[in-house]
């Protein structure tokens, strides 16, 4: 079951009762645009099954969101955003600035030489042309599991 559907922003997006730009979902979690990106490609990655806080979550769960925030962060160095970097962030409680009580993971890419744009992105948090920037990213993910299989393949032929 998912829990806190109707109470909850992330689990009525985890369920599509809510809009989100989602660029990744598998059976446990789905990934999507932070409303309000610090910088071009901020990314959250969410548990579909409620858990509040890290003292809610699934050690086997937590361990599948940063994998799939490690696999997000190759993929927007990959794609037409070309990241140099990221940040993977998880804010666990009020104490620690948590203000969604459902769970997440940040991926927030960096460039070289971006700090003036990351503190404007900071104060202003403007949405910067989701769906573009969507389409980007998940062309990254693309572009790796295409990296994936030829080096599967290399390797099979030794
Ligand atoms: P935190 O401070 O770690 O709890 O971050 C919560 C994040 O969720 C913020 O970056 C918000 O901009 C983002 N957020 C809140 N509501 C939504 C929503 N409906 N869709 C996408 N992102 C959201
Ligand atoms: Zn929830």
């Given at each position: 079951m998912v829990g806190g559907v109707n109470d909850c922003v992330f689990c009525r997006i985890a369920a599509g009762q809510a809009p989100a730009t989602k660029v990744y979902e598998d059976d446990t979690l789905c990934a999507f645009l932070d409303i309000?990106?610090?910088?071009?490609?901020h990314t959250l990655v969410i548990p579909k099954?409620?858990?509040?806080e890290l003292a809610d979550l699934d050690a086997e769960v937590g361990a599948h969101i940063f994998r799939a925030g490690h696999r997000l962060a190759l993929a927007i160095r990959r794609s037409d955003l070309a990241a140099d970097g990221a940040h993977l962030v998880l804010n666990d409680g009020t104490a620690a600035f948590?203000?969604?009580p459902h769970i997440h993971l940040h991926v927030i890419p960096r460039r070289h030489g971006d700090k003036l744009s990351m503190a404007a992105g900071l104060l202003l948090r403007r949405p910067r042309d989701p769906q573009t920037t969507a389409a980007a990213i998940r062309a990254g993910i693309s572009a790796l599991e295409n990296e994936d299989e030829t080096s599967a393949e290399k390797g099979s032929k030794g």
């Open positions: 309000r990106p610090i910088a071009r490609g099954r409620h858990a509040s948590q203000t969604v």
